[in-house]
Protein backbone atom coordinates (compact mmCIF):
# COMPACT_ATOMS: atom_id res chain seq x y z
CA UNK A 1 0.00 0.00 0.00
CA UNK A 2 1.35 3.44 -1.11
CA UNK A 3 0.03 6.72 0.48
CA UNK A 4 0.73 9.77 -1.24
CA UNK A 5 0.63 13.51 0.35
CA UNK A 6 0.85 16.11 -2.32
CA UNK A 7 2.01 19.87 -1.08
CA UNK A 8 2.54 23.49 -3.44
CA UNK A 9 -0.83 23.97 -5.00
CA UNK A 10 -1.96 27.32 -4.59
CA UNK A 11 -2.78 30.90 -6.54
CA UNK A 12 -0.53 32.18 -8.89
CA UNK A 13 -0.48 34.57 -11.51
CA UNK A 14 -0.12 33.96 -15.10
CA UNK A 15 3.47 33.36 -16.39
CA UNK A 16 4.53 32.81 -12.76
CA UNK A 17 6.46 29.70 -11.53
CA UNK A 18 5.16 27.04 -9.44
CA UNK A 19 6.43 23.52 -7.65
CA UNK A 20 4.41 20.91 -6.36
CA UNK A 21 5.62 18.18 -4.62
CA UNK A 22 4.53 14.61 -3.86
CA UNK A 23 6.35 12.49 -0.78
CA UNK A 24 5.60 8.75 -0.61
CA UNK A 25 5.52 6.61 1.96
CA UNK A 26 4.88 2.67 2.06
CA UNK A 27 5.73 0.19 -0.96
CA UNK A 28 9.46 0.12 -2.99
CA UNK A 29 9.64 3.62 -4.81
CA UNK A 30 11.57 2.13 -7.15
CA UNK A 31 8.71 0.04 -8.63
CA UNK A 32 6.41 2.78 -9.25
CA UNK A 33 5.98 5.30 -12.43
CA UNK A 34 5.49 8.49 -10.48
CA UNK A 35 3.13 10.94 -12.27
CA UNK A 36 1.27 14.21 -12.12
CA UNK A 37 -2.47 14.08 -13.47
CA UNK A 38 -5.17 17.13 -13.60
CA UNK A 39 -8.52 17.52 -13.28
CA UNK A 40 -10.26 21.13 -14.37
CA UNK A 41 -14.17 21.49 -13.89
CA UNK A 42 -16.10 19.69 -16.18
CA UNK A 43 -13.24 17.90 -18.01
CA UNK A 44 -11.96 14.57 -17.50
CA UNK A 45 -8.49 14.18 -15.09
CA UNK A 46 -5.34 13.92 -17.81
CA UNK A 47 -1.57 13.29 -17.60
CA UNK A 48 0.54 16.01 -17.01
CA UNK A 49 3.68 14.24 -16.64
CA UNK A 50 4.85 11.01 -15.84
CA UNK A 51 8.63 9.98 -14.83
CA UNK A 52 9.76 5.94 -14.39
CA UNK A 53 12.57 5.19 -11.71
CA UNK A 54 15.06 4.72 -15.13
CA UNK A 55 14.39 8.55 -15.47
CA UNK A 56 12.26 8.22 -18.76
CA UNK A 57 9.75 10.75 -18.85
CA UNK A 58 6.60 11.31 -20.49
CA UNK A 59 4.63 14.94 -20.85
CA UNK A 60 1.23 16.63 -22.49
CA UNK A 61 1.76 18.43 -25.43
CA UNK A 62 0.13 21.39 -23.51
CA UNK A 63 3.08 21.47 -20.56
CA UNK A 64 6.01 20.51 -22.64
CA UNK A 65 8.89 22.94 -22.86
CA UNK A 66 6.90 24.79 -19.46
CA UNK A 67 6.49 21.92 -17.23
CA UNK A 68 9.21 19.79 -15.27
CA UNK A 69 8.72 16.58 -13.40
CA UNK A 70 11.33 14.89 -11.50
CA UNK A 71 12.04 12.63 -8.52
CA UNK A 72 14.40 12.16 -5.98
CA UNK A 73 14.16 8.47 -5.05
CA UNK A 74 16.19 8.66 -1.93
CA UNK A 75 13.70 11.11 -0.26
CA UNK A 76 10.49 9.07 -1.76
CA UNK A 77 9.59 12.80 -3.31
CA UNK A 78 8.42 13.53 -6.86
CA UNK A 79 8.01 17.35 -7.84
CA UNK A 80 6.70 19.03 -10.40
CA UNK A 81 7.62 22.32 -11.69
CA UNK A 82 5.44 24.90 -13.08
CA UNK A 83 6.96 27.80 -15.20
CA UNK A 84 4.95 29.89 -17.61
CA UNK A 85 1.78 28.73 -16.15
CA UNK A 86 -1.19 30.20 -17.70
CA UNK A 87 -5.49 30.12 -17.15
CA UNK A 88 -5.85 27.23 -18.73
CA UNK A 89 -3.40 25.29 -16.26
CA UNK A 90 -6.03 25.84 -13.28
CA UNK A 91 -7.18 22.58 -12.05
CA UNK A 92 -6.70 19.81 -9.34
CA UNK A 93 -3.26 18.40 -9.28
CA UNK A 94 -2.96 14.96 -8.42
CA UNK A 95 -0.07 12.80 -7.55
CA UNK A 96 -0.26 9.05 -8.89
CA UNK A 97 2.30 6.22 -8.55
CA UNK A 98 1.42 3.36 -10.79
CA UNK A 99 3.16 -0.25 -10.38
CA UNK A 100 4.95 -1.04 -13.55
CA UNK A 101 4.10 -5.28 -12.75
CA UNK A 102 1.21 -5.29 -10.67
CA UNK A 103 -0.41 -2.21 -12.85
CA UNK A 104 -1.62 -0.96 -9.52
CA UNK A 105 -2.76 2.78 -8.98
CA UNK A 106 -2.24 4.74 -5.82
CA UNK A 107 -3.83 8.68 -6.01
CA UNK A 108 -2.85 11.57 -3.87
CA UNK A 109 -6.09 13.77 -2.45
CA UNK A 110 -5.16 16.44 -5.13
CA UNK A 111 -3.63 20.24 -4.47
CA UNK A 112 -5.42 22.90 -6.32
CA UNK A 113 -3.82 25.21 -8.54
CA UNK A 114 -5.42 28.13 -9.81
CA UNK A 115 -3.57 30.56 -12.26
CA UNK A 116 -5.49 34.27 -12.10
CA UNK A 117 -4.42 37.70 -12.29
Known amino acids: QVQLVESGGGLVQPGGSLRLSCAAS????????MGWYRQAPGRQRELVAA???????NYADSVKGRFTISRDNAKRTVYLQMNSVKPEDTAVYYC???????????WGQGTQVTVSS
Open 26 to 33: GGIFSFYT
Open 51 to 57: KTSIGQT
Open 96 to 106: NAHHTVALSDY
